[in-house]
């Protein structure tokens, strides 16, 4: 009797891709089929969020934010139910997509009428720069970021990378204590100098972000170059040991790989380039996180170093004026904050590039995380030949 599988078992390991973060391996991922079903809390909170600005305030009085209590926890309750429903991966009707759609892009007109209905006035997003268009592009730009976020699982890669981080501790211990003094003694003796001090004095926050961003740019540019070596070695070793390791623990642990892998090796499938990049963000997620601790503990170093050593007077020496304070921290400069800023996202992003690189770090930081991807791979290979080569049965797994 030939080995069978349930369309059960197809779900589960389709539900399986979702809660690792890479639901682009779905074959036949689209819109309709997989991308809005899971939209579905997310639209349904940013719609009712919405309904707080139709709290009557001015005609309430105290009793106002009982009201807006009110809302949020219909909002939130709304969200818990819709997400409950979509843990189980529906498939919505055209009808329903439809509706769904409609009444999502009636919310512009609605919110802005209702507002002025119930308060007398409206305020849209943005205030006056805007005006009335300020709704549309707020709702068109959460309904874009949805479905993005969505389509690549966004929201479960960085739960996935933070929480890897957060309850390994001792992993966490380790790679500081091995990434920490190389990074400073790559960057320690460049924090003392005064025309840094100077500049960093002058450069507005917002430019200190759009540095910041740069170094997560060359970040994300380094693992995708990496990557594509990774797949390619992936996809030259689908061979049944490696095949059965990986579907221990998945929905298809039952399948017998010995009889659908063909000369002892599946063929390597080429993957298309919304699944490059899904399996691209799993990558860049996870090192983003990592060399945040790392850029966290950097911050904090250098932080407490400039307190130590950099006096007020040597500080206003270096800048050539008496520094500026922040509200926040009105004893230390802020020309130290952002040095300190500076020097944590550098060195992040060089602890990020090494831990690729360097056949000593790439084991230690890098490994776990290739690992996990040629995991996916080969998961993912067994998944196409069984739901293509093998009849679908109600019953469930069997082999003969």
Request: proline residues 6%; aromatic residues 10%.
């Amino acid at each position: 009797m030939p080995y069978t599988v349930s369309q059960a078992t197809l779900r589960r390991t389709e539900h399986w891709f979702v809660r690792r973060g890479v639901p682009t391996m779905i074959e036949g991922y689209g819109f309709v089929g997989h991308v809005l079903p899971r939209m579905l809390p997310s639209l349904a909170f940013v719609a009712l969020a919405s309904l707080a600005w139709l709290v009557p305030l001015r005609s309430a009085g105290s009793q106002g934010w009982v009201l807006l209590g009110g809302v949020a926890v219909m909002t939130l309750a709304a969200w818990g139910t819709s997400t409950v429903f979509v843990r189980r991966l529906p498939r919505f009707s055209r009808r329903t997509v439809i509706a769904i759609l409609s009444v999502y892009a009636t919310m512009p007109v609605a919110v802005p009428l209702l507002q002025l209905a119930v308060d007398g006035a409206v305020t849209p997003p943005g205030g006056n720069v805007a005006g009335l268009l300020g709704f549309v592009i707020f709702f068109a730009a959460a309904f874009v970021a949805t479905l993005v976020a969505t389509t690549y699982g966004l929201g479960t890669l960085l739960r996935r990378a933070i929480r890897h981080s957060v309850f390994d501790l001792r992993n966490s211990v380790h790679l500081l204590g091995r990434a920490l003094p190389a990074l400073l003694f790559v960057t320690l003796f460049l924090f003392f100098t005064g025309e840094l001090w100077q500049a960093m004095n002058r450069l507005a926050w917002w430019r200190v972000g759009l540095v910041v961003v740069l170094f997560a740019a060359i970040t994300v540019l380094a693992a995708a170059a990496r990557l594509r070596d990774e797949i390619g070695r992936v996809e030259q070793d689908l061979s049944l040991p490696t095949l059965s390791a990986a579907c221990q623990g998945t929905p298809l642990a039952g399948a017998p790989v010995e009889h659908l892998a063909s000369g002892g090796q599946l063929p390597a499938m080429p993957l298309t380039a919304r699944q490059e990049r899904n399996l691209l963000l799993m990558l860049a997620s996870r090192q983003l996180v990592q060399a945040a601790v790392v850029g966290s503990a950097l911050f904090a170093f250098f932080l407490a170093l400039g307190v130590l050593v950099v006096t007020p007077e040597t500080a206003e020496q270096w800048i050539g004026e008496k520094p500026e304070t922040s509200v926040l921290f009105p004893v230390i400069p802020v020309a130290m904050l952002r040095n300190a800023t500076l020097f944590a996202a550098f060195g992040s992003m060089y602890f990020a590039v090494t831990s690729m690189t360097d056949a000593d770090h790439r084991q230690q930081f890098f490994a776990p995380i290739i690992d996990e991807i040629e995991r996916v791979l080969a998961v993912h290979a067994v998944y196409l030949v069984v739901r293509e080569t093998v009849p679908a049965t109600p019953d469930g797994l069997g082999a003969g």
